[in-house]
Nanobody, 123 residues
Framework: QVQLVESGGGLVQAGDSLKLACTAS????????MGWFRQPPGKEREFVAA????????QYRDSVKGRFTISRDNAQRTVYLQMNSLKPEDTAVYYC????????????????WGQGTQVTVSS
């Protein structure tokens, strides 16, 4: 069983930055792709960013490209999401997830999820 614990959320103003972290308990962390998803108020959960097992491949949703960066430290079993130039529309609960394989983009390809961390961006 893998446990994922997110941290780093909070209340910020538009234009500010936040860095989310997600630490995994599983020993096979370095073999799995990781992803960040978010659920805005009143909306469905959506893909934000993904990174492959080695950190050599990443992908982002269009609205965060150039502002968000996903990275990972396999030695620390941690994946990060650096969020810059935050906008009110980035307000959501952010979740990290571990993929079944070494790279995944669809939510259904992720089988372990964190509890979520709230990010609120005021205008």
């Amino acid at each position: 069983q893998v446990q994922l614990v997110e941290s780093g959320g909070g209340l910020v103003q538009a234009g500010d930055s936040l860095k989310l972290a997600c630490t995994a308990s599983g020993r096979a962390f370095s073999m799995h792709g990781m992803g960040w998803f978010r659920q805005p108020p009143g909306k469905e959960r959506e893909f934000v960013a993904a990174i492959n097992y080695s950190g050599t491949k990443t992908q982002y949703r269009d609205s965060v490209k150039g502002r968000f960066t996903i990275s990972r430290d396999n030695a620390q079993r941690t994946v990060y999401l650096q969020m810059n130039s935050l906008k009110p529309e980035d307000t959501a609960v952010y979740y990290c997830a571990e993929a079944r394989t070494n790279w995944a983009l669809r939510q259904t390809d992720y089988n372990y999820w964190g509890q979520g961390t709230q990010v609120t961006v005021s205008s």
